[in-house]
């Protein structure tokens, strides 16, 4: 008994991490530049295709198809800050719900019209082998994917803390227009920094591919999941949505184990009406002015 629960809490926290990629690039784009992009799951869509495709046609391992997703998503997140979400930036939030639910609605019927509603089996292998660590057996792909995305966290944290493009991100996010009065780009940090938001969520696509079965209508399941991460951890706090993935991951795990698969995902909304009437501002929220 002790080793089955141990498993599903290490698989809970493993696929969380993943969970917290997903959301840190929602926070990210939030809280530079204060849209809510409604379009979020089907850019982890796209990172799960970019995964299925690289592994189907050139063999390579997930963490490279990763770093494919990686590129791909960061151009294609900036390319669309540029040519789109700008126009956009600073109306009222109506406007931006209009516009990201179009750009959603875009993006999975471009899916349905490339690949068809049908899913695709994972082409990795990885899911098939397993790491023995004591009494916790954990399969590969997941470990994998739950180490990458902790170590990209990690990785992404240090660089909006500590370089000169991060401080000028986070003065752009704490003042617009102080930022403008210094000098800074702040149409290029935004572009950046939505596409750093669209590259977290492909390369979590990509290494869950393995995982999931890449079929578009995913997009939803990964929206909500997102935003019900980030709501949980705090709006716009970067710690929040770690905490809030590794929360949402471990409350899906125990509720498959503890009721049945079916509501693996109904207890994170259960959790996050929970934390609405007593945290309203999720666990590292700001406090609002």
Not at 231 to 245: C, D, H, N, Q, T
Request: hydrophobic fraction near 60%; aromatic fraction near 12%; proline fraction near 4%.
């Amino acid at each position: 008994m002790l080793s089955l629960w141990l498993n599903v809490l290490a698989s809970g926290v493993l696929l969380g991490l993943v969970y917290g990629l997903v959301a840190l690039g929602l926070t990210i784009i939030f809280g530079v530049m204060r849209v809510v992009n409604f379009a979020h799951g089907e850019m982890v869509v796209f990172g799960v295709y970019i995964g299925y495709w690289a592994v189907r046609l050139w063999d390579v391992p997930i963490i490279a198809a990763a770093a494919i997703a990686a590129v791909a998503m960061f151009i294609f997140g900036y390319l669309l800050e540029t040519l789109i979400v700008r126009r956009f930036v600073g109306r009222p939030h109506h406007y931006q719900f209009i516009v990201f639910i179009g750009l959603s609605l875009l993006f999975s019927g471009a899916l349905l019209v490339a690949f068809g509603p049908d899913p695709r089996p994972a082409a990795s292998q990885l899911a098939f082998h397993t790491v023995s660590l004591g009494l916790v057996t954990l399969d590969l792909a997941r470990l994998q994917a739950a180490v990458a995305s902790g170590l990209l966290i990690t990785l992404l944290g240090a660089y909006l803390r500590f370089s000169s493009f991060g401080r000028s991100l986070r003065a752009a996010a704490d003042n617009r227009l102080g930022g403008l009065i210094i000098g800074l780009n702040i149409p290029r940090v935004y572009a950046v920094a939505f596409g750093i938001g669209a590259a977290c969520a492909g390369v979590a696509g990509a290494l869950i591919s393995p995982l999931f079965d890449a079929q578009p209508y995913l997009a939803v399941d990964f929206t909500l999941l997102a935003f019900v991460t980030v709501i949980v951890g705090g709006l716009g706090s970067f710690s929040g949505a770690l905490l809030g993935g590794l929360v949402i991951g471990v409350a899906e795990a125990v509720a498959a184990l503890m009721f049945t698969p079916s509501m693996k995902t109904a207890l994170p909304y259960a959790l996050l009406i929970i934390i609405l009437i007593f945290r309203p501002r999720g666990f590292f929220g700001a406090n609002e002015s």
